[in-house]
């Protein structure tokens, strides 16, 4: 029996191994589009990624992070007139479309609230996204959660300078979990059949040893005992 416990450690923690191990490489795409609010001065535009149908970013997530690099473009241009300001009733709506993963369950869209001005000589110009947001999806093969962030943005436009300035807009995912399905957990790797097959020898070594033992006869050593 002390060979028995000698493997059977390894042999746990090697299961373990297998059974716990999650898959922190989760696949997105998605395209994203925005909008804003009426009463938003003109001289803000925003161009989204991708389409109704195709994405416009794609990557995997490393560790269950992924930097979402971008989300879009806002463009801010100077006056041809009088000055305008951007205000706290002024806000801006992006809408999130997830291909991968797919069965993304809430509402994907995060809104920034926005303050800052442009003129015919300079502006500038701050929008302020919500904290992150967590989102389950569930589909037929997977399962998992992960939380997006969307980065405030901040532009400026310079007196001597460019009438129109550009900010790329960026994110990032967080905290993506997929866990493994029992069909995929229980799909034993090649050292946990070693594994096994080791035990299963040892667990035979010792019953016939004690079948013998209550005989009174020679027990006769299966595999050498490491104590």
């Known amino acids: 029996m002390t060979a028995l416990r000698w493997i059977h450690r ?7 191994g297998v059974a716990s191990a999650s898959a922190d490489q989760i696949p997105f795409s998605l395209s994203t589009t925005g909008y804003f609010s009426p009463g938003t001065p003109g001289e803000l535009t925003f161009q989204g990624i991708g389409g109704p149908l195709v994405a416009g970013f794609a990557g995997i997530t490393i560790d269950g992070e992924l930097a979402l690099d971008k989300l879009g473009t806002f463009t801010l241009t100077k006056t041809s007139g009088s000055a305008v300001t951007f205000h706290s009733d002024n806000v801006f709506t992006l809408e ?8 993304v369950i809430g509402e994907t869209t995060f809104e920034a609230t926005m303050k800052g001005h442009a003129n015919k000589n300079n502006g500038a110009l701050f929008l ?13 093969t997977n399962s998992g959660v992960f939380s997006a962030t969307i980065n405030d943005v901040r532009m400026q436009l310079l007196k001597d300078g460019p009438a129109a300035t550009s900010q790329i807009l960026t994110g990032n995912i967080d905290n993506a979990t997929d866990p493994p399905t029992q069909a ?44």
């Open 10 to 16: 390894p042999f746990l923690l090697a299961l373990v």
């Open 96 to 103: 999130v479309k997830f291909f991968d993963p797919t069965g």
């Open 128 to 140: 302020e996204f919500g904290p992150p947001k967590t989102f389950a999806f569930s589909n037929t």
């Open 184 to 227: 995929a957990a229980v799909v034993p790797e090649p050292l946990s059949i070693v594994l096994l097959g080791t035990v299963i020898l040892l667990l035979a070594d010792a019953l016939r040893r004690r079948l013998l033992q209550r005989r009174g006869e020679p027990r006769p050593q299966l595999l050498p005992d490491p104590s």
